[in-house]
Nanobody, 130 residues
Framework: QAQLVESGGGLVQPGGSLRLSCAGS????????IGWFRQAPGKEREGVSC????????HYADSVKGRFIISRDYANNTVSLQLNSLKPEDTAVYYC???????????????????????WGQGTQVTVSS
């Protein structure tokens, strides 16, 4: 049984918006930090955004700052990523992952994709094209 499940991907024109959701158990959402990552064809996976479970701190990659917004829905045990002003270079498979960061430095490494995660979703495709 998948621990994390992403949804919301699709095809959108440049400048458009999408909302991705990452659903997990209440335990995972309460105890683990959640991050969004993406991998484009021929490229390495990169950190996009993440949210710290204990205080709600957020982190964004420079490439998405001001365009993407990460948020948590406590009632539905989901962490969403709102993608606005999409560009063709945002095209990738987007994954959510969960990791219990032991300290701030660990959390930053997780956000940047430099630390392993305990759980990964199966990914959802986002394609930005006219």
């Amino acid at each position: 049984q998948a621990q994390l499940v992403e949804s919301g991907g699709g095809l959108v024109q440049p400048g458009g918006s999408l909302r991705l959701s990452c659903a997990g158990s209440k335990f995972i959402m309460d105890y683990y930090d959640i991050g969004w990552f993406r991998q484009a064809p021929g490229k390495e996976r990169e950190g996009v955004s993440c949210l710290k479970s204990n205080d709600g701190s957020t982190h964004y990659a420079d490439s998405v700052k001001g365009r993407f917004i990460i948020s948590r829905d406590y009632a539905n045990n989901t962490v969403s990523l709102q993608l606005n002003s999409l560009k063709p270079e945002d095209t990738a498979v987007y994954y959510c992952a969960a990791e219990h960061a032991e300290n701030y430095a660990h959390w930053v490494r997780f956000c940047n994709g430099a630390a392993p995660a305990n759980y990964w979703g199966q990914g959802t495709q986002v394609t930005v094209s006219s």
